[in-house]
């Protein structure tokens, strides 16, 4: 069985401060890891990938993500967050077996 | 190249009516996924196909919900009798897929189709 747990359904930062949004998983397998976003309307987006290479991974848009396997954490942070950033991101998991698993999502604010 | 695709994008229906949502997967993609996004929820797995294989059907909330992959590529999600609750988005996304499955590779989303049931 596979979990994906996002810690904080909501964040709220100001415009230039550091973003982290945080993901624990818990999976039998050793599984790929992946972060998407979604902005208003839209449909979802990959941001970066995890498959088992560097642990630290970085994506678009300046998100980079950690692969911690003795925390079973998969944190995805930016140093300094724009208006643009403000969206619905998604924390999931995926191995071989079959379809993937969902996190419920945290939903960032940057205030200006 | 082009994306995933998805039609109609917005469709709105009475109770009671049955519905077809479509998914064209990008090209070569053997692995493709519908799932349904209620307003401020996350995602809700519905249907997996994967190649050839009996498709995980696990997700699909109740017998009204069914779903084909003809082909191996253009996919539809039926609902039948259509209840208010099923109002919702509805997403498919494709991937490329391993010999085994298609889990480790990372997801082309669609638009999305956004149902209204009146």
């Known amino acids: 069985a596979q979990s994906v747990t996002q810690l904080d359904s909501h964040v709220s930062v100001s415009e230039g401060t550091p973003v982290l949004l945080r993901c624990n998983y818990s999976s039998s397998y050793s599984p790929s890891l992946f972060w998407y976003v979604q902005h208003p309307n839209k449909g979802l987006q990959l941001l970066l990938k995890y498959t088992s290479a560097a642990t630290l991974v970085k994506g678009i848009n300046g998100f980079e993500a950690e692969f911690k396997k003795s925390e079973t954490s998969f944190h995805l942070t930016k140093p300094s967050a724009h208006m643009s950033d403000a969206a619905e991101y998604f924390c999931v998991a995926g191995t071989n077996a079959g379809k993937s698993t969902f996190g419920d999502g945290t939903t960032l604010t940057v205030k200006p | 190249g082009a994306g995933v695709s998805q039609s109609p994008s917005n469709k709105v229906t009475e109770k009671g009516k049955d519905v077809e949502l479509r998914c064209d997967p990008i090209?070569?993609?053997?692995?493709l996924y519908w799932y349904r996004q209620s307003l401020g929820q996350g995602l809700e797995f519905l249907i997996y196909f994967q190649g050839n294989s009996a498709p995980d059907k696990s997700g699909l909330p109740s017998d009204r919900f069914s779903a084909e992959r003809t082909g191996g590529s253009v996919s539809t999600l039926t609902i039948q009798r259509t209840q208010q609750e099923d109002s919702a988005v509805y997403l498919c996304a494709s991937s490329f897929s391993g010999p085994s499955g298609g889990g480790s590779y990372e997801q082309y989303f669609g638009p999305g189709t956004r149902l209204t049931v009146t």
């Open positions: 090209s070569g993609h053997t692995a």
